[in-house]
């Protein structure tokens, strides 16, 4: 598993790495319209055009759970990580 700390070094940019954690670390694997809800959805976070409770919001229209699991904290903007 390539951990989001690693992607730096390794040339990844958030997308790709949220992208590679989305692909390679759910089983069964991901339907295409729920990662791109998650990629489209961080890539308007990660640009300050929503906050981290409307992303939330708009992750929970195919996710239940929370930003500390399943890594996605890595994923989050150095602000919002307590």
């Given at each position: 598993m390539i951990h989001y700390d690693d992607t730096k070094t390794l040339g990844f940019d958030n997308y790709q790495a949220l992208s590679i954690h989305l692909d390679g670390n759910f089983y069964p694997?991901?339907?295409?319209?729920?990662?791109?809800?998650?990629?489209?959805?961080?890539?308007?976070?990660?640009?300050?055009?929503i906050d981290i409770e409307q992303l939330q919001k708009e992750l929970s229209r195919v996710y239940k759970g929370g930003l500390d699991q399943y890594g996605f904290y890595n994923f989050l903007n150095d602000d919002d990580l307590i």
């Open positions: 694997p991901l339907p295409s319209f729920v990662k791109k809800i998650f990629l489209d959805a961080f890539q308007l976070y990660w640009a300050y055009s």
